[in-house]
């Protein structure tokens, strides 16, 4: 489950709407890539970041977790607006093109749960360095053990430090971007 949440915007949001991979399950808030396949699919770790899921949609824009969904295609819907998740079927990119709206700036900074304690590795509450994901069985998380302050290693996000609302969390922003690079790893 996917409990990454939109801190703060530095910039307004950059909504692209990507058609999801075939057989693909997402969910809202999860980081995504779009190299690999062309489509929006999760993230890999020490992979460049398309951005990230903000709301899943049918080929109509109808939200698949609207007040009153209304969506066509097949595809299996499980939680809520905040925490939910949608798996599309094996044929989603040729015939329901069920898609994510992806937030592909990255100038917005994320609130994301570690994997690890905070401060296992370089005092990274206190901010600045850069850190990758891990990704298991669908739940993506920042790996604190993966913290660097070296330029030369860098890392998928940047680190601004510290939830200040939730110790067990960590603030981060898209540094390896897909769409404005300079990309250090491939999707």
Do not use: C
């Not at 905040?82 to 994320?110: M, Q, R």
């Not at 401060?119 to 994901?133: H, K, Q």
């Amino acid at each position: 489950m996917s409990v990454w949440e939109i801190k703060k915007h530095l910039t307004p949001p950059m909504i692209q709407r990507v058609i999801l991979d075939n057989d693909e399950r997402v969910y809202i808030g999860d980081p995504v890539k779009k190299l690999a396949s062309g489509h929006a699919e999760q993230a890999a770790a020490a992979g460049s970041i398309f951005g990230h899921v903000l709301d899943i949609v049918d080929k109509n824009n109808n939200s698949m977790f609207g007040s009153t969904p209304s969506y066509t295609g097949a595809v299996t819907i499980s939680g809520s607006p905040s925490s939910g998740y949608v798996t599309v079927a094996t044929d989603n990119e040729t015939v329901d093109k069920i898609a994510a709206l992806v937030d592909v700036s990255p100038f917005t900074i994320y609130s994301a749960p570690i994997t690890g304690t905070m401060n296992t590795t370089d005092t990274s509450s206190a901010g600045g360095g850069w850190v990758d994901i891990a990704v298991s069985t669908y739940v993506i998380t920042i790996d604190e053990t993966t913290h660097t302050r070296t330029i030369t290693n860098g890392g998928q996000y940047y680190n601004w430090g510290v939830d200040p609302d939730d110790s067990t969390r960590m603030l981060v922003s898209i540094s390896e971007s897909e769409p404005f690079g300079p990309n250090k790893a491939k999707a």
